[in-house]
């Protein structure tokens, strides 16, 4: 049974809902909180052992700071993916030189600006951190090289890059009808691929193996799989006995979090779980209405806008105690280093990353509106697209 039939043997009430609504999905910022605080209290994990003593509870959150980052993934994925199929499906083709300008402005600045910062404590050599690490994180290699605590999280916006950059080309090619199928196929392959490489060693350092793009990359894709799932079905109510399978898979989720073992390949098993299981997720409660207000909370929806400015930026702040600096002690230790984390991260996002975003959508109007605080008179030019792409063909043009 092919993946587009099996979800088809479920019934389902589905009502069409315009599409230019789908644009922006506000319960993803929600998502986005999720998965920066996850990393954020991993990375403080040290601090908050020092005011709250060890226990169980905050050694399961200093374990899981890369369920975090495969959060981001799978919500990465899922985005860039429904960008795609919006833009083909209402142009016919994806505009690739808009694509990239886009990302370029949404990635690029804030990730510069950090980078400026770092490079000044790295020249007064109060942080100690090479050319070659710098340039990696900066463009987007740090997950290939050995790096330092202070850049050591740009791994993973190196996978995102590498993704954003390659995705967009293969997706546009698969075979139409076929897309889900090939993905899902795609990432079955990826998965033996890391056994493999893990068994014979095919790595310079564990390290490196777990920041590589290839051993990462069927987060992103379980995402676009997500994607492709909700643009066919942008509006779901459940019938009880996928009730009953959804909380199945959120239980089995936050059961994988306290479970490990120790034969790898049964490890790699429940981390290649992990990831469908987090994309499958973030479709179900992104669907289902009745999770979305949970997701929608204005402080969650706000530190979810913020959430990429806040990943850069805490990596400066929330230091565990080996890596942290005597020159920068009083930015380091909570309650001071939690505030400064904040307080760069709106920095970040109120004067440069949203600035940039609206420029490049000024450059490169996107198809379908993002984020309504992203966006001047773009989404004015944005709707008009759609009445046109919409509206009845005249006589001459038929």
């Not at 505009?95 to 690029?108: D, G, P």
């Not at 890391?194 to 564990?206: G, M």
């Not at 777990?210 to 079905?233: E, K, M, N, S």
């Not at 959508?361 to 697209?385: C, F, H, M, Q």
């Amino acid at each position: 049974m092919g993946f587009r039939t099996l979800f088809k043997h479920y019934s389902y009430n589905v009502t069409p809902i315009p599409m230019k609504k789908i644009g922006y999905i506000p319960t993803l910022d929600g998502w986005r909180a999720i998965a920066i605080l996850l990393v954020m209290t991993s990375h403080a994990s040290d601090d908050l052992i020092h005011y709250f003593g060890q226990s169980a509870f905050i050694s399961m959150l200093a374990d899981n700071g890369l369920l975090g980052v495969r959060v981001f993934f799978a919500i990465s994925g899922f985005l860039i993916t429904s960008r795609i199929l919006e833009e083909i499906q209402m142009t016919g083709q994806l505009n690739y030189k808009n694509f990239f300008v886009r990302r370029a402005f949404r990635i690029l600045p804030p990730l510069f600006f950090f980078g400026i910062i770092m490079a000044l404590f790295g020249l007064t050599s109060i942080i100690p951190i090479s050319l070659n690490q710098w340039f990696g994180g900066m463009f987007f290699y740090a997950n290939l090289i050995e790096k330092p605590w202070y850049l050591g999280h740009l791994w993973s916006l190196a996978v995102e890059e590498h993704f954003y950059i390659f995705w967009p080309f293969v997706f546009s090619i698969l075979i139409i009808g076929r897309k889900l199928n090939l993905i899902v196929l795609f990432i079955l392959l990826l998965c033996v691929w890391r056994v493999f490489a893990w068994k014979f060693q095919l790595y310079s350092s564990p390290a490196i193996f777990w920041g590589r793009t290839d051993t990462q990359l069927d987060g992103l894709l379980w995402g676009a799989c997500a994607a492709c799932i909700y643009q066919q079905l942008p509006h779901w109510t459940f019938r009880s006995n996928l009730g009953y399978l959804n909380i199945l898979m959120f239980g089995a989720l936050i059961s994988s979090v306290f479970i490990t073992f120790d034969d790898y390949k049964l490890n790699f098993i429940q981390y290649s779980a992990e990831s469908f299981l987090i994309a499958y997720i973030i479709l179900i409660l992104t669907l289902n209405h009745a999770f979305q207000k949970i997701f929608e909370l204005q402080i969650l929806r706000w530190v979810g806008k913020i959430s990429y400015s806040l990943y850069l930026w805490q990596q400066l702040f929330l230091v565990n105690d080996e890596s942290k600096i005597i020159e920068l002690a009083f930015m380091q230790s909570l309650p001071i280093n939690l505030i400064l984390t904040f307080a760069a991260a709106c920095f970040s996002y109120y004067l440069i990353e949203r600035k940039f975003i609206k420029i490049g959508y000024k450059i490169a109007p996107p198809t379908t509106p993002g984020r309504p605080d992203n966006l001047t008179n773009v989404a004015e030019d944005v709707d008009k697209t759609f009445q046109s792409a919409l509206a009845p063909k005249s006589n001459i043009e038929k």
